[in-house]
T-cell receptor, first 117, second 115 residues
Framework: AQKVTQAQTEISVVEKEDVTLDCVYE???????LFWYKQPPSGELVFLIR??????QNEISGRYSWNFQKSTSSFNFTITASQVVDSAVYFC??????????????FGKGTHLIIQP | KAGVTQTPRYLIKTRGQQVTLSCSPI?????VSWYQQTPGQGLQFLFE???????NKGNFPGRFSGRQFSNSRSEMNVSTLELGDSALYLC??????????????FGAGSRLTVL
């Protein structure tokens, strides 16, 4: 069965520091998708990125970057020059293609990121 | 365009009662899924609907049920409420069908408190 582990329960940094959120996954499928979502205090999960298992290119979007490494089953998320508005709970999630979209996402427990001014 | 709308946002029930939560997906989205979020268990998949059919259900007892209407709106129902059902219930919609690549758009959730 699939599993997602986010070992960091909470991270607190000072504004402008760089911070990396770790995500390790387990799956037996060869085709799968990895996601990151952000959950601000309002509660709504906001989609950040999706990666498929065949695309190991790193992705950069503004201050956000993602490092996908199949060899270590990791999909880490880095925020550069963090800002107070980045404070939220961040979730890593996995979806297997064999489920055809019907199996839902398997989420990690989330990392609560606190950016102090 | 309007996002995923969930009603009610907050509700309080007592043990043994039942509750119905509603979800209106983004216009054009045909797949709706539900998740339960608790501090202890985190985010857990409840069920997924596509074209009025429940395609899958997570590891939840039969007290949890749902349905999807022809306009893609969905409801979930929890009967005989227990204290442990207190949670944030999140609904998500996606454009189509049969792929694990579907990007889910989530609503703000319905926070249920069972006393």
């Amino acid at each position: 069965a699939q599993k997602v582990t986010q070992a960091q329960t909470e991270i607190s940094v000072v504004e402008k520091e760089d911070v990396t959120l770790d995500c390790v996954y387990e799956t037996r499928d060869t085709t799968y998708y990895l996601f990151w979502y952000k959950q601000p205090p309002s509660g709504e999960l906001v989609f950040l990125i999706r990666r498929n298992s065949f695309d190991e290119q790193n992705e950069i979007s503004g201050r956000y970057s993602w490092n996908f490494q199949k060899s270590t089953s990791s999909f880490n998320f880095t925020i550069t020059a963090s800002q107070v508005v980045d404070s939220a709970v961040y979730f890593c999630a996995l979806s297997e293609e064999s489920g055809g979209g019907a199996d839902g996402l398997t989420f990690g427990k989330g990392t609560h990121l606190i950016i102090q001014p | 365009k309007a996002g995923v709308t969930q009603t009610p946002r907050y509700l309080i029930k007592t043990r043994g009662q039942q509750v119905t939560l509603s979800c209106s997906p983004i216009s054009g989205h045909r797949s709706v899924s539900w998740y339960q979020q608790t501090p202890g268990q985190g985010l857990q998949f409840l069920f997924e609907y596509f074209s009025e059919t429940q395609r899958n259900k997570g590891n939840f007892p039969g007290r949890f049920s749902g349905r999807q209407f022809s306009n893609s709106r969905s409801e979930m129902n929890v009967s005989t409420l227990e204290l442990g059902d207190s949670a944030l219930y999140l609904c998500a919609s996606s454009l189509a069908g049969y792929s694990g690549a579907n990007v889910l758009t989530f609503g703000a959730g319905s926070r249920l408190t069972v006393l």
